[in-house]
């Protein structure tokens, strides 16, 4: 287990809708990464928060959204679902701000856009 | 069920020989190289780590050897246990950025 916590486990939804995929970070951890995992390609990097701040950003689409709260979890919002988003959403938390440092990643969220 | 592509470069080895899965990274900036296992259904998990100031660091049954030189890594595993079985990422960031990138990943598996 590594101490990150990913709700829920699986989704399935429809096209056109939003989701709200939610990230708790490891204890003491005040990054936040996101990252989007397809069949036909690897882990793509969307997203990084630290410390309630927009850190660095990757391939993110501009329908996807996310956010740090101050406790420190994050949610990554996805909204007007296409077939194409159905994919594995990863969270993972590190202690520091760069990305030279080992990265903790979550079980995942399932999506499955119908 | 599956969680990676079904196309990846796969490494097939005997209970109890050792594997090596090689990786080519892409900037010769890249200064931080991370080794990641991702069995089915779950997260990755991480390995080793090594910094571009290394050539070689061990861990548990795990050597990671990094040759800057032909922008290289790779992941040594000694005698290799059903329990590897997984699909293995090697992730690189490059100097002064605050992202890493992975490659497309190699499925080992490990048969009696």
């Known amino acids: 287990d590594s101490g990150v916590t990913q709700t829920p486990k699986h989704l399935i939804t429809a096209t056109g809708q939003r989701v709200t995929l939610r990230c708790s970070p490891r204890?003491?951890?005040?990054?936040v990464y996101w990252y989007q995992q397809s069949l036909d390609q690897g882990l793509q990097f969307l997203i990084q928060y630290y410390n309630g701040e927009e850190r660095a950003k990757g391939n993110i689409l501009e329908r996807f959204s996310a956010q740090q709260f101050p406790d420190l979890h994050s949610e990554l919002n996805l909204s007007s679902l296409e077939l194409g988003d159905s994919a594995l959403y990863f969270c993972a938390s590190s202690v520091y701000g760069t990305s030279q440092n080992i990265q903790y990643f979550g079980a995942g969220t399932r999506l499955s856009v119908l | 069920g599956e969680s990676v592509g079904l196309h990846l470069p796969t490494l097939s080895v005997q209970e109890g020989d050792n594997s090596i899965i090689n990786c080519a990274y892409s900037n010769s900036a890249s200064d931080y190289f991370i080794w990641y296992k991702q069995e089915s259904g779950k997260g990755p998990q991480f390995i080793i780590d090594?910094?571009?100031?290394?050539d070689k660091r061990q861990g548990q049954r795990v050597t990671v050897l990094l040759n800057k030189t032909v922008k290289h890594l790779s992941l040594q595993i000694a005698a290799t246990q059903p329990g590897d079985s997984a699909v293995y990422f090697c992730?690189?960031?490059?100097?002064?950025?605050?992202?890493?990138?992975f490659g497309t990943g190699t499925r080992l598996q490990v048969f009696p």
């Open positions: 090594i910094r571009s100031n290394m």
């Open positions: 992730a690189e960031n490059i100097y002064n950025t605050d992202k890493l990138i």
């Open positions: 204890s003491g951890d005040l990054s």
